[in-house]
């Protein structure tokens, strides 16, 4: 069946540093992936997306590569705020369904 | 749009008790997922349907919860009886099973305690 795998939390940082969070998944044919976010209080919501391989996704200076060859679709910000402190889900549809797939999530925090 | 509602936003209420959580889906979304989160088993898929039909309720913990689409604007889930392990945060999400790629649009969840 379909799976992601997503890196343990917490992921601890230091304002301005580089952020990255590794996905890995499990899946037949050619699914499309996703990172979600959540804020404190708040539901999921889209922060990215990509539907083929080699795809990259981007948003809110957050970008992720679909890379078919290694089965991964790791999130990266080059520089992060403490507004980006919140949990980070990778998730995946399988090509042709409308039911996701998601991972665990990674905890991110950021310190001033 | 005003996205995904959810109500109550909180429901605190004594084992034993009836819990009903509320939704609406965004408006032309004909898929409807229910979730629920806590700490220590993350995000699971309860249920989900479409165009009004529950497709799969193999998530359903126990025969105490259920859930029903009534219509394509409103949807319920039922907790009868409610225990104290029923604590959580439980969202709902919709979105439209004919429109790849399916993102999910989440409600801002009903964080339910029961005492």
């Known amino acids: 069946g379909n799976s992601v795998t997503q890196m343990e939390g917490p992921v601890t940082l230091s304002e301005e540093a580089f952020l990255t969070i590794n996905c890995t998944y499990t899946a037949t044919g050619y699914p499309s992936l996703f990172w979600y976010v959540q804020y404190p209080g708040e539901g999921l919501q889209l922060l990215l997306k990509?539907?083929?391989?080699?795809d990259k996704g981007s948003n809110k200076g957050f970008e992720a590569t679909y890379r078919k060859e290694t089965t991964s679709f790791h999130l990266e910000k080059g520089s992060v705020q403490v507004s980006d402190s919140a949990v980070y889900f990778c998730a995946l549809n399988k090509g042709g369904s409308y039911i996701p797939t998601f991972g665990r999530g990674t905890s991110l925090i950021v310190h001033p | 749009d005003a996205g995904v509602i959810q109500s109550p936003r909180h429901e605190v209420t004594e084992m034993g008790q009836e819990v009903t959580l509320r939704c609406k889906p965004i408006?032309?979304?004909?898929?409807l997922f229910w979730y629920r989160q806590t700490m220590m088993r993350g995000l699971e898929l309860l249920i989900y349907?479409?165009?009004?039909?529950?497709?799969?309720d193999s998530g359903m913990p126990e025969d105490r919860f259920s859930a029903k689409m009534p219509n394509a604007s409103f949807s319920t889930l039922k907790i009868q009886p409610s225990e104290p392990r029923d604590s959580a945060v439980y969202f709902c999400a919709s979105t439209v099973s004919g429109d790849p790629p399916y993102e999910q649009y989440f409600g801002p969840g009903t964080r339910l305690t029961v005492t």
């Open positions: 408006s032309g979304h004909n898929s």
């Open positions: 990509a539907t083929k391989a080699d």
């Open positions: 349907f479409n165009n009004n039909v529950p497709i799969d």
